[in-house]
């Protein structure tokens, strides 16, 4: 079955960075596109960013443009995002997820908090 880890998250000041990874399994990875989703309290889950299967391209919230990058690595089943220059409206549970033949898949998702 369709697997999604996500790891990496943590608390950490206005103006860090942490790197986000999720470990994917259940499917041939490498034949599609992923993202990231984040949830902050009492808000809706919204797109943070998406690469495509052979990471030809990505898009972005037009709200972490410049600070965030998604990126995979096919071999490792990983998907990852860097992000630099963290602000507390980052603050969020962030999610990895994938859709395979018409279903959506979550992970559990990972906890971001930027504060001083």
């Known amino acids: 079955q369709v697997q999604l880890v996500e790891s990496g998250g943590g608390l950490v000041q206005p103006g860090g960075s942490l790197r986000l990874s999720c470990a994917a399994s259940?499917?041939?990875?490498?034949?599609?596109?992923m993202s990231w989703y984040r949830q902050a309290p009492g808000k809706e889950r919204e797109l943070v960013a998406g690469?495509?299967?052979?990471?030809?391209?990505?898009n972005y919230a037009d709200s972490v443009k410049g600070r965030i990058t998604i990126s995979r690595d096919n071999a490792k089943n990983t998907v990852y995002l860097q992000m630099n220059s963290l602000q507390p409206e980052d603050t969020a549970v962030y999610y990895c997820?994938?859709?395979?033949?018409?279903?959506?898949?979550w992970g559990k998702g990972t906890l971001v908090t930027v504060s001083s």
């Open positions: 997820n994938v859709n395979v033949r018409g279903l959506a898949y």
């Open positions: 259940g499917f041939t990875f490498r034949l599609y596109a």
């Open positions: 690469i495509t299967s052979a990471a030809g391209n990505t």
